[in-house]
């Protein structure tokens, strides 16, 4: 597990870019007692401004064991969760959106994963990196996990993301 955010904690939590500007990052207590503590993120400018989080000495996971990235997520506005993955042809960004249309270009794969999803109730994602890029280029194979930014559309509308996590295996289906 990344983050839980029991602790109550930011460890490993980042504003990466831009560094000059304010953004806020704060551990809180959610109303739903299943999340409890979750991480809140919240974008104070207009375009884009990027959340890192790796280890909590600052450095990459450099996972090669998770290759199923886990999260949950509480919003009402698009965001993005980039996930930057090792591959046998570099490193590529695994971008998982609201409503970006599905797409790849050398760097970069877009997957949408549902704008009914915006409700600002929790939900789980369940995301397996390899067989993702996988689909945008069968010869690509995913050797290990770097870390993730999280990007969001919706100026001073805070998003909460909670139970951040690797896994060798799917999880069974309840």
Same mark, same amino acid.
């Given at each position: 597990?990344?983050?839980?955010?029991?602790?109550?904690? /930011?460890?490993?939590?980042?504003?990466?870019?831009?560094?000059?500007?304010?953004?806020?990052?704060?551990?809180?207590?959610?109303?739903? !007692?299943? =999340?409890?503590?979750?991480? +809140?993120?919240?974008?104070?400018?207009?375009?884009? +401004?990027?959340?890192?989080? #790796?280890?909590? /000495?600052?450095?990459?996971?450099?996972?090669?064991?998770?290759?199923?990235? +886990?999260?949950?997520?509480?919003?009402? =506005?698009?965001?993005?969760?980039? !996930?930057?993955?090792? /591959? %046998?042809?570099?490193?590529?960004?695994?971008?998982?959106?609201? #409503?970006?249309?599905?797409?790849? %270009?050398?760097?970069?794969?877009?997957?949408?994963?549902?704008?009914?999803?915006?409700?600002?109730?929790? =939900? #789980?994602?369940?995301?397996? @990196?390899?067989?993702?890029?996988? #689909?945008?280029?069968? !010869?690509?194979?995913?050797?290990? @996990?770097? =870390?993730?930014?999280?990007?969001?559309?919706?100026? %001073?509308?805070?998003?909460?993301?909670? %139970?951040?996590?690797?896994?060798?295996?799917?999880?069974? /289906?309840?």
């Amino acid at each position: 597990m990344y983050e839980d955010a029991e602790d109550g904690l /930011t460890l490993g939590w980042n504003l990466y870019y831009p560094q000059w500007q304010n953004g806020a990052i704060t551990n809180v207590q959610d109303e739903d !007692a299943i =999340h409890g503590k979750a991480i +809140q993120i919240l974008q104070t400018i207009s375009g884009s +401004q990027f959340f890192k989080f #790796t280890s909590d /000495t600052g450095a990459d996971w450099n996972n090669p064991i998770g290759k199923i990235l +886990q999260w949950d997520l509480k919003t009402d =506005h698009e965001m993005l969760l980039h !996930a930057y993955v090792s /591959t %046998n042809k570099g490193l590529k960004r695994a971008i998982y959106s609201y #409503t970006r249309v599905p797409s790849y %270009n050398s760097a970069d794969a877009y997957f949408n994963i549902g704008v009914a999803l915006k409700d600002n109730q929790w =939900h #789980t994602f369940i995301r397996n @990196l390899d067989a993702d890029m996988k #689909t945008v280029d069968p !010869a690509i194979i995913v050797t290990g @996990l770097k =870390h993730i930014y999280l990007t969001s559309g919706g100026l %001073n509308k805070p998003f909460r993301i909670d %139970n951040i996590q690797a896994l060798a295996e799917m999880p069974p /289906t309840p």
